[in-house]
């Protein structure tokens, strides 16, 4: 084009620049660079798209001057920063500039709720979350597919499958996308069995899976854990049914793990053409949760080696090994290594996974020294993480201090009621009990049951406490009767 005497405006260059790729950043300032030396004028468009290349090449520094220095200010523009930031995990900048377009009286489209969804949820800022909702309703944008699935993981990620699904249920064309995020949401709020049932009712229709699909089914059989159902999908894959990618052979390789199939889960991953971080991660957990604390810092050093840099899942997946294990120097060791060694700050995650470390061993009054010393307040999974210690260990005393500290934090949560009333009643302390049980009365606390899932021949079926929902129930009650009362005679009592 130059060589023929025809200069690029800012349209032409504005076009280009999102073919470069997310690690092409030399070529967008060399782009940036001729714009500013030829004085070609900056309109939105063409600083909306360097901006985009920007944030997607990691340099939130220039993406920033871009946006100071540009002579309009758009729904465009903003949107680029609002979906910037958050691709970038900076949710407040991107909650800033929402609110900044109110000051300016600039109306957000579509694109802009549908990008500033994501930043609610890393915040678990719900009440936000409504208010986008609500602009949403508003400009009547909700049926747009790509709008509704944000707003099903912004719900999801909340704990609110019940909104997720009444939003699913009112989409008038469900695309891909949607399904995916239906799917994913149910397998991540504790609904596998439900992930695998929109799965198959997805397959009936005329949507292709995509990897996203197939690695969020394989992600719902590892949580049941429903092993034959992974291997169905595995075998579509293999059989060329089914795309796949690096997310889904690091998905295949989790649910192996979790479905107890570490043999087959280690072939996979030494089978892999080409790994990422993720499959390094999951074949390091994979190992871990079955105690191979040996095999899983053999696998971190292979990780280190091949020119990966480990991140906060990996280390957790080698604490986790390490707790499982009983190591409980090492694992700590390797805490201590993740700040000092590799710069990275311990999560809420990590420091769970120490008091967890420590309370399996039964050193709950060094998990609690621990605690006393984190930099952030303990939130309710690592006191329940010291409660559930409390009943194996029968430390009531420690147990008293936990489930105060519990029932302060997450005050409807029954299941840490209940934990607390077998903490009692294993030490003896009927009294305890009542006291327990007396409170969730007095804070109407409604004792919700628990399910599981068990694969027999191929089927998996979900049950709950006291359910008749199979048709063989009286049978079924019947042996489990049998099998209470042999319990009973050796000394077994059972939990509330």
């Not at 609110?99 to 549908?114: E, F, Y």
């Not at 080696?305 to 190591?327: K, Q, V």
Request: proline residues 3%; neutral net charge; aromatic residues 8%.
């Amino acid at each position: 084009m130059q060589k023929h005497g025809a200069k690029p405006d800012s349209y032409t260059l504005a076009s280009f620049l999102p073919a470069l790729s997310d690690n092409n950043l030399q070529q967008c300032m060399q782009i940036h660079a001729y714009v500013v030396i030829n004085d070609i004028y900056m309109d939105a468009f063409m600083a909306s798209a360097l901006m985009d290349v920007y944030f997607k090449c990691k340099n939130v520094n220039l993406a920033q001057e871009v946006f100071r220095c540009s002579q309009e200010l758009d729904v465009v523009s903003c949107s680029t920063m609002v979906s910037g930031y958050v691709l970038n995990g900076m949710c407040n900048n991107a909650i800033k500039i929402f609110r900044l377009m109110s000051v300016k009286r600039i109306n957000p489209n579509a694109t802009t709720l549908a990008s500033l969804l994501p930043a609610c949820t890393s915040l678990t800022a719900f009440k936000l979350g409504k208010e986008v909702h609500a602009r949403i309703l508003k400009y009547a944008c909700e049926n747009k597919c790509y709008v509704a699935s944000a707003l099903m993981d912004m719900y999801g990620k909340c704990g609110r499958l019940d909104l997720c699904q009444y939003i699913f249920d009112n989409i008038n064309q469900k695309d891909t996308i949607a399904w995916n995020s239906m799917i994913t949401n149910c397998s991540q709020n504790g609904e596998p069995k439900r992930a695998l049932d929109l799965f198959r009712e997805m397959g009936t229709g005329r949507l292709s899976f995509d990897s996203v699909t197939v690695s969020s089914a394989l992600s719902a059989c590892a949580s049941i854990p429903a092993l034959n159902h992974g291997k169905e999908i595995h075998g579509f894959i293999t059989k060329g049914f089914l795309r796949t990618d690096l997310c889904t052979q690091s998905a295949l390789i989790d649910m192996y793990g979790k479905c107890g199939n570490l043999e087959l889960a280690r072939i996979l991953f030494d089978n892999m053409p080409a790994r990422n971080s993720v499959s390094w991660n999951n074949i390091i957990s994979a190992h871990g949760t079955h105690g191979r604390v040996n095999d899983s810092i053999e696998l971190f050093q292979q990780m280190k080696d091949s020119g990966f840099e480990p991140d906060h899942i990996t280390f957790l997946g080698l604490i986790s090994a390490c707790a499982h294990a009983g190591e409980v120097e090492k694992g700590y060791q390797i805490f201590q290594s993740m700040i000092e060694k590799y710069a990275i700050l311990p999560r809420q995650e990590h420091f769970a996974c120490i008091v967890d470390l420590f309370s399996r061993a039964g050193q709950l009054d060094r998990a609690l020294n621990f605690i006393d010393k984190m930099p952030c307040k303990p939130n309710s999974s690592i006191w329940g993480t010291i409660l559930a210690a409390s009943r194996v260990h029968r430390n009531l005393e420690v147990a008293e201090l936990a489930s105060k500290k519990l029932f302060e934090l997450d005050p409807e949560n029954s299941g840490y009621y209940v934990l607390m009333s077998n903490v009692n009643a294993v030490s003896g302390r009927w009294d305890g009990v009542t006291r327990v049980r007396s409170l969730m009365t007095e804070k109407a606390v409604k004792k919700i049951p628990g399910y599981s899932w068990i694969e027999v021949n191929g089927v998996s079926s979900v049950f709950s406490s006291s359910d008749k929902s199979h048709p063989e129930w009286e049978s079924l009650y019947l042996a489990l009767n049998g099998l209470l009362s042999v319990l009973r005679d050796e000394g077994y009592v059972p939990d509330l």
